[in-house]
């Protein structure tokens, strides 16, 4: 244990000397937070609708209010209206507005004689997102205008009510779980795999062989130092990145524990696959070609950036036996949902079954001699 401890400490010293080492592990994870997760999955606001009124009727009037309304409150999108229809259309190809409402001739006289009136919306569908934000919100004010103006004393239609169990989640929040088993990986593969292979080819490995330390005690070592500093970056993200998004669930006891927990078993799985993958690599430019690939072969299918529901049946097999799947889900339930130990626990079982068969296949590996 002595002898392991000096190479873990020789390690940590080495890491606190390079102050920016520790801090690039810890930049990039919290600018992807910010960025991402302000940058996606935020409600669509002030876009640009035009509004062809041919019909100038008393039924149109009403959807003229209605945008109105939508203007004043949700703010989804604001009317621009036009004489021509030829005039809407071609800004909405230029792009100077992103869709258009048209009230055609005799809209109100078919709405009284319920003859099927009709609305026509021009959309940019190049953009699906902005596409399908209109098409929802005008078919809601449809539904509204389709609503008799007296309602029924008896309900006689179904009503689904939905109930949320969580209060509403923003994308930063979401995008916080993803962001910390980031931190570990970056930690890991900087502060570990990259600092093995660069002391490899400076041949400090070399003067292990002059010591007493075995082989089992020079890789748990290596091991050991390389979690330390990945345990270290992942809690310092979990505290930063909570207060940056607003999550105050990290300030519950049982909760910290947990999420102790699952920083210390994921920094240990990722470590450890690390140490895996580099523990017969010898060129230093190995570790540095394949962070891009790694990164994103383990971190987007992980689903902690869009559900794993909607990934295709062989995204879904690498998300099955990916590491970062298990973390993301054990920190997005004692981040976001606050649930127990228990609702975790086939994440922990696989995190540490996972860095035990990687460390007990690295280690025979690792090659002693030069």
């Known amino acids: 244990m002595n002898r392991m401890m000096a190479i873990v400490e020789r390690e940590m010293r080495k890491f606190f000397r390079s102050p920016a080492l520790m801090l690039v592990s810890m930049i990039f994870p919290l600018v992807q937070l910010i960025v991402l997760g302000n940058a996606f999955g935020g409600k669509l606001r002030d876009l640009k609708l035009g509004l062809v009124d041919e019909d100038r009727g008393t039924q149109a009037l009403r959807i003229r209010e209605a945008f109105d309304s939508v203007r004043a409150n949700m703010r989804t999108f604001e009317p621009i209206y036009y004489d021509d229809e030829k005039k809407a259309m071609e800004d909405v190809r230029n792009g ?38 209109l098409e929802d919100s005008l078919t809601q004010i449809t539904a509204a205008l389709n609503n008799p103006t007296v309602e029924p004393r008896m309900l006689q239609q179904t009503v689904l009510q939905t109930v949320e169990l969580y209060p ?90 947990g999420l102790l927990v699952m920083i210390m078993l994921t920094a240990l799985a990722l470590n450890t696959m690390m140490f895996l993958i580099v523990v017969r690599v010898e060129d230093p430019l190995v570790p540095r070609a394949i962070f891009g690939i790694l990164n994103t072969l383990l971190f ?23 590491p970062f799947t298990f973390a993301v889900h054990g920190f997005k339930s004692l981040l976001l949902k606050e649930a127990g130990l228990s609702a975790i626990l086939p994440d922990m079982l696989y995190l540490s079954l996972f860095a035990a068969i990687a460390l007990s296949i690295a280690t025979p590996l690792f090659k002693r001699t030069l």
Do not use: C
Request: no cysteine.
């Open 300 to 322: 987007f299918p992980s689903g902690a950036v869009y559900p794993i529901q909607a990934f295709p049946w062989w995204l879904r097999g690498i998300a099955s036996v990916d």
């Open 96 to 133: 100077k507005i992103q869709g258009a409402l048209i009230i055609p001739p005799q809209y109100s006289r078919r709405v009284y004689e319920q003859d099927q009136p009709k609305l026509g919306l021009l959309v940019d569908n190049s953009d699906n997102f902005i596409s399908s934000a």
């Open 168 to 257: 509403y989640i923003e994308y930063m929040k979401f995008l916080l779980p993803g962001s910390i088993t980031l931190a570990i990986f970056m930690s890991v593969m900087i502060g570990g795999g990259m600092l093995y292979i660069d002391d490899k080819a400076r041949g400090v490995h070399e003067g292990y062989l002059v010591t007493p330390i075995t082989k089992t005690e020079l890789v748990l070592g290596l091991n050991a130092s390389s979690a330390i500093k990945a345990v270290m970056t992942g809690t310092v993200i979990t505290f930063i990145g909570s207060l940056l998004a607003g999550v105050g669930t990290l300030f519950h006891f049982s909760t910290a524990i």
